[in-house]
Protein backbone atom coordinates (compact mmCIF):
# COMPACT_ATOMS: atom_id res chain seq x y z
CA UNK A 1 0.00 0.00 0.00
CA UNK A 2 1.12 3.57 -0.83
CA UNK A 3 0.98 6.12 2.00
CA UNK A 4 -2.26 7.45 0.10
CA UNK A 5 -4.42 4.24 0.53
CA UNK A 6 -7.12 5.08 3.00
CA UNK A 7 -8.69 1.84 2.20
CA UNK A 8 -6.15 0.18 4.02
CA UNK A 9 -6.45 0.41 8.07
CA UNK A 10 -2.37 0.28 8.40
CA UNK A 11 -2.61 3.60 7.13
CA UNK A 12 -5.99 5.20 7.38
CA UNK A 13 -5.61 3.90 11.42
CA UNK A 14 -2.08 5.82 11.72
CA UNK A 15 -2.27 8.86 13.41
CA UNK A 16 -3.34 11.35 12.17
CA UNK A 17 -0.11 14.28 12.27
CA UNK A 18 1.81 11.33 11.05
CA UNK A 19 -0.28 10.46 8.32
CA UNK A 20 -0.05 14.55 6.93
CA UNK A 21 4.04 14.24 7.38
CA UNK A 22 4.34 11.08 5.72
CA UNK A 23 2.11 12.17 2.65
CA UNK A 24 3.60 15.53 2.58
CA UNK A 25 7.30 13.62 2.30
CA UNK A 26 5.61 11.34 -0.12
CA UNK A 27 4.64 13.93 -2.11
CA UNK A 28 7.77 16.17 -2.30
CA UNK A 29 9.71 12.25 -2.76
CA UNK A 30 7.73 11.63 -5.92
CA UNK A 31 9.00 14.57 -7.49
CA UNK A 32 12.26 12.66 -7.37
CA UNK A 33 10.62 9.36 -8.71
CA UNK A 34 10.26 8.09 -5.28
CA UNK A 35 7.17 6.12 -3.93
CA UNK A 36 6.61 5.57 -0.25
CA UNK A 37 4.79 2.05 0.63
CA UNK A 38 3.66 0.96 3.68
CA UNK A 39 4.78 -2.53 5.04
CA UNK A 40 3.52 -1.61 8.46
CA UNK A 41 1.37 0.77 9.84
CA UNK A 42 -1.50 0.79 12.72
CA UNK A 43 -1.31 -2.61 14.04
CA UNK A 44 -4.24 -4.64 16.65
CA UNK A 45 -2.66 -5.19 20.00
CA UNK A 46 -3.87 -8.57 18.32
CA UNK A 47 -1.48 -8.56 15.48
CA UNK A 48 1.09 -7.08 17.58
CA UNK A 49 1.03 -9.89 20.10
CA UNK A 50 1.41 -12.45 17.38
CA UNK A 51 4.45 -10.52 16.34
CA UNK A 52 5.75 -10.63 19.63
CA UNK A 53 5.05 -14.16 20.84
CA UNK A 54 6.35 -15.22 16.97
CA UNK A 55 9.58 -13.04 17.79
CA UNK A 56 9.84 -14.71 21.14
CA UNK A 57 9.46 -18.01 19.22
CA UNK A 58 12.35 -16.78 16.58
CA UNK A 59 14.92 -15.14 18.79
CA UNK A 60 14.85 -17.41 21.81
CA UNK A 61 13.80 -15.61 24.52
CA UNK A 62 12.06 -12.53 25.17
CA UNK A 63 15.12 -10.07 25.74
CA UNK A 64 16.36 -11.05 22.13
CA UNK A 65 12.56 -10.67 20.88
CA UNK A 66 12.51 -6.74 22.61
CA UNK A 67 15.31 -5.70 20.07
CA UNK A 68 13.06 -6.18 17.20
CA UNK A 69 9.37 -6.34 18.29
CA UNK A 70 7.80 -4.51 20.82
CA UNK A 71 4.84 -5.63 23.34
CA UNK A 72 1.40 -4.50 22.43
CA UNK A 73 0.94 -1.81 25.34
CA UNK A 74 4.35 -0.45 24.47
CA UNK A 75 4.42 -0.58 20.60
CA UNK A 76 4.16 2.48 18.50
CA UNK A 77 2.52 0.79 15.97
CA UNK A 78 -0.20 -0.02 18.49
CA UNK A 79 -1.33 3.67 19.29
CA UNK A 80 -0.44 4.66 15.07
CA UNK A 81 2.52 6.32 15.91
CA UNK A 82 4.86 4.36 13.97
CA UNK A 83 5.14 3.16 10.08
CA UNK A 84 7.74 0.60 8.60
CA UNK A 85 8.28 2.21 5.16
CA UNK A 86 9.65 -0.13 2.49
CA UNK A 87 11.54 0.06 -0.58
CA UNK A 88 15.26 0.92 -0.45
CA UNK A 89 15.14 4.21 -2.08
CA UNK A 90 12.03 5.32 0.43
CA UNK A 91 13.48 4.27 2.97
CA UNK A 92 17.09 6.26 1.73
CA UNK A 93 14.99 9.56 0.90
CA UNK A 94 13.15 9.11 4.02
CA UNK A 95 16.58 8.95 5.84
CA UNK A 96 17.86 12.00 4.05
CA UNK A 97 15.28 14.70 3.69
CA UNK A 98 13.00 13.06 6.70
CA UNK A 99 13.56 15.97 9.66
CA UNK A 100 11.92 18.64 7.43
CA UNK A 101 9.01 16.59 8.03
CA UNK A 102 9.58 15.88 11.62
CA UNK A 103 10.30 12.16 10.21
CA UNK A 104 12.71 10.54 12.37
CA UNK A 105 14.00 6.80 12.10
CA UNK A 106 14.29 5.56 15.93
CA UNK A 107 16.14 2.66 15.70
CA UNK A 108 19.65 1.64 14.37
CA UNK A 109 18.44 -1.53 13.64
CA UNK A 110 15.31 -0.55 11.88
CA UNK A 111 15.86 1.50 9.00
CA UNK A 112 12.48 1.29 7.53
CA UNK A 113 10.76 2.37 11.28
CA UNK A 114 9.94 6.15 11.27
CA UNK A 115 8.48 7.91 13.83
CA UNK A 116 7.09 11.86 13.83
CA UNK A 117 9.16 14.03 16.07
CA UNK A 118 7.93 17.74 15.08
CA UNK A 119 11.22 19.27 16.65
CA UNK A 120 13.18 17.87 14.13
CA UNK A 121 11.80 20.15 11.76
CA UNK A 122 13.94 22.75 13.44
CA UNK A 123 16.63 20.82 15.24
CA UNK A 124 16.89 17.66 13.48
CA UNK A 125 16.32 14.25 14.47
CA UNK A 126 17.30 12.98 18.09
CA UNK A 127 20.03 10.24 18.15
CA UNK A 128 19.03 6.80 17.76
CA UNK A 129 18.69 4.02 19.63
CA UNK A 130 20.40 0.91 19.11
CA UNK A 131 17.51 -1.09 19.35
CA UNK A 132 14.03 -1.10 20.66
CA UNK A 133 15.54 -2.40 23.80
CA UNK A 134 17.22 0.40 24.32
CA UNK A 135 14.30 2.72 24.24
CA UNK A 136 13.18 3.88 27.99
CA UNK A 137 9.29 4.39 25.71
CA UNK A 138 9.57 0.62 25.51
CA UNK A 139 10.34 -0.58 29.00
CA UNK A 140 7.45 -2.10 30.88
Known amino acids: M ?15 DLLRALR ?3 ADAARDGVVFYVNSGKRSPAYQNK ?5 IS ?11 VATPDTSA ?11 SAAKAWLSE ?7 CQIYRNEPWHFELRPEA ?13 HDPRLRR
Open 24 to 26: AAA
Open 97 to 103: HGARYGL
Open 2 to 16: TVFDDGYPGVSGLAP
Open 121 to 133: VEHGCPPMYADPS
Open 58 to 68: KYGSAEEAARW
Open 51 to 55: LYREA
Open 77 to 87: HVSGNAVDIGH
